[in-house]
Antibody
Framework: EVQLVESGGGLIQPGGSLRLSCAASGFTVSTNYMTWVRQAPGKGLEWVSVIFTGGTTYYADSVKGRFTISRDNSKSTLYLQMNSLRAEDTAVYYC????????????????WGQGTLVTVSS | QSALTQPRSVSGSPGQSVTISCTGTSSDVGGYNYVSWYQQHPGKAPKLMIYDVSKRPSGVPDRFSGSRSGNTASLTVSGLQAEDEADYYCCSYAGSYTYVFGTGTKVTVL
């Protein structure tokens, strides 16, 4: 059974840093495209970042230069390092698997974790 | 990248059909066959309902269907049931490896 479990959220002051983790089971993180999507309280979904099977990464303009996506294949875990946090980064952060075939992305997200809440406030 | 435009809410009685629109541009919805739809119940994670504009993952009832005309995609829920009451979001690939989600629609079963 595919499962994604996020952790690492919490209350952090503006300008601070936080690292989110997403433990995956039931599939191999290294051979899948993995993404982060966030949802501000009472708001819609916003795509944040993706890491390809080969390690290439992409980011939304709103987080570029501040967030870094990575993974540890040995731990089957995805990470999101968030620096220079702002109030507008307050959201539930979901990790999700982007479905792929023959190592090519299919451009939809088939499994999601339950999310972890990040609150940026002084 | 601006969010795709969805109606804030739609409603219907049990057994009826509702359709949710998702309007973008030729750079996203109209430019790629990569529109997907997600259902989200309160406090829960999103769930994939439709991908590639109109394909349904296994396990999703055939009451859910997707389509597209120009820069507007649509999700139709036929034979509305109580458990269909949720928020629905469209999503489109927008090129240069980015994605844009819709503003979200609350479906209410009367």
């Amino acid at each position: 059974e595919v499962q994604l479990v996020e952790s690492g959220g919490g209350l952090i002051q503006p300008g601070g840093s936080l690292r989110l983790s997403c433990a995956a089971s039931g599939f191999t993180v290294s051979t899948n495209y993995m993404t982060w999507v966030r949802q501000a309280p009472g708001k819609g979904l916003e795509w944040v970042s993706v890491i390809f099977t080969g390690g290439t990464t992409y980011y939304a303009d709103s987080v570029k230069g501040r967030f870094t996506i990575s993974r540890d294949n040995s731990k089957s875990t995805l990470y999101l390092q968030m620096n220079s946090l702002r109030a507008e980064d307050t959201a539930v952060y979901y990790c999700a698997r982007e479905r792929s075939a023959s190592y090519s992305p299919l451009h939809f997200f088939d499994y999601w974790g339950q999310g972890t809440l990040v609150t940026v406030s002084s | 990248q601006s969010a795709l435009t969805q109606p804030r809410s739609v409603s219907g009685s049990p057994g009826q059909s509702v359709t949710i629109s998702c309007t973008g541009t030729s750079s996203d919805v109209g430019g790629y066959n990569y529109v997907s739809w997600y259902q989200q119940h309160p406090g829960k994670a999103p769930k994939l309902m439709i991908y590639d504009v109109s394909k349904r993952p296994s396990g999703v009832p055939d009451r859910f269907s997707g389509s597209r005309s120009g820069n507007t995609a649509s999700l139709t829920v036929s034979g509305l049931q109580a458990e269909d009451e949720a928020d629905y979001y469209c999503c489109s690939y927008a090129g240069s490896y980015t994605y844009v989600f819709g503003t979200g629609t609350k479906v209410t079963v009367l």
